[in-house]
């Protein structure tokens, strides 16, 4: 078996996921009635449009990455810090601790297909060896452009804890992290780690790393609480009603990471578009809004600035307040940056 697959599926596994009210018929569900409106007939023709028809969908140079500065990274503070890698890559510093958040930072997002989804930035990969000690790595699903063998070989050899997606712990195992490190989450799962609280909320979305596993493990968002903060994840996903109910449970949230990016009609139920995440946003009722899952890889056909653009544009309509830093800038919740960096490429 090819291991950038990650972790068979064994008999065991399904009678674990078994014991989930999300497991049904063999395989995870969504709450929502949610398909992709293609065909494996459409495949060759999308496939076409994915990996010759780039114009406007990477940027012309590489987009640069700030470099880390451990000092001001590790130094005490009272609140929440965060920098921002691409697509849906943050490193956290929150209540003394590390935590990262889907560390796909390896330079390709078709690490399987015979064309390259390259990354928008170079040698990112590096900064694994920059990074301090890992707390705490938190992921939402499987997909390789969230799950990357690459960055876990890095990582796993200085993590010290994982909480996972019901199902993404057997790609681990697989990889060489030990089970006893790694603890498996269903919808609505909480746990507490270090003075922070994490669930893991539903999503609307899908699983799978080859032909076989699809929605053979689960997908999801965050929802972290510490005495002082709220902090709130989306995850992958389409809009439904998931986000109300989230923030009937858990809101106001102080700062909120929104999906967008990647979207297309022929899969609207599978990725928000972007009026739709700020949406998602006041369903949740989040206080300040951000953006992930955009200036990292090509993996849908519009321009790479359009789901930023759509983005900040909404959230000024709606009057929610929207942090935009650069890629490796390191902010806080009080100290937000609002800059258009990336009308300075092309």
């Known amino acids: 078996m090819i291991k950038q697959f990650g972790g068979k599926l064994k008999p065991e596994h399904k009678e674990k996921y078994a014991q989930s009210e999300n497991w049904k018929e063999g395989k995870f569900m969504n709450l929502a009635e949610t398909s992709m409106e293609f065909s494996f007939q459409d495949l060759p023709k999308l496939l076409y449009k994915q990996f010759f028809q780039r114009a406007g969908r990477n940027p012309k140079t590489p987009l640069p990455v700030e470099t880390f500065n451990r000092e001001a990274f590790l130094a005490p503070s009272d609140e929440p810090k965060f920098i921002w890698y691409g697509h849906s890559v943050v490193l956290f510093r929150w209540m003394g601790k590390t935590i990262l958040m889907d560390p796909m930072l390896g330079p390709n997002a078709s690490p399987i297909a015979p064309f390259t989804t390259k990354r928008f930035s170079e040698n990112t990969l590096d900064l694994i060896d920059q990074f301090p000690e890992i707390d705490l790595l938190l992921m939402t699903h499987d997909h390789y452009d969230h799950l ?199």
């Open 148 to 346: 990357d063998l690459a960055s876990i070989e890095k990582l796993k050899g200085k993590t010290k804890k994982w909480f996972v997606a019901l199902g993404v712990g057997r790609h681990l195992e697989a990889w060489g992290v030990p089970s006893e490190n790694i603890q498996e989450f269903d919808w609505w799962d909480e746990a507490r780690f270090e003075g922070i609280q994490f669930t893991f909320t539903p999503s609307r979305h899908f699983s799978g790393r080859g032909l076989k596993d699809r929605a053979k493990s689960l997908w999801g968002g965050w929802v972290m609480i510490s005495n002082k903060h709220k902090i709130f994840w989306s995850g992958d996903g389409g809009y439904g009603d998931h986000f109300k109910e989230i923030g009937d449970k858990f809101g106001p949230f102080d700062f909120g990471f929104m999906e967008c990016g990647q979207y297309n009609t022929l899969w609207h139920n599978i990725h928000m578009y972007p009026e739709e995440s700020v949406q998602a946003a006041l369903d949740v009722n989040v206080t300040r809004i951000m953006a992930v899952h955009w200036a990292g890889f090509a993996l849908a056909h519009h321009h790479w600035k359009e789901p930023i653009r759509r983005f900040v544009e909404e959230a000024k309509n709606q009057n929610v307040l929207c942090a935009t830093p650069r890629i490796g800038e390191l902010f806080t919740l009080q100290n937000t940056p609002t800059e258009q960096w990336w009308e300075e490429y092309d």
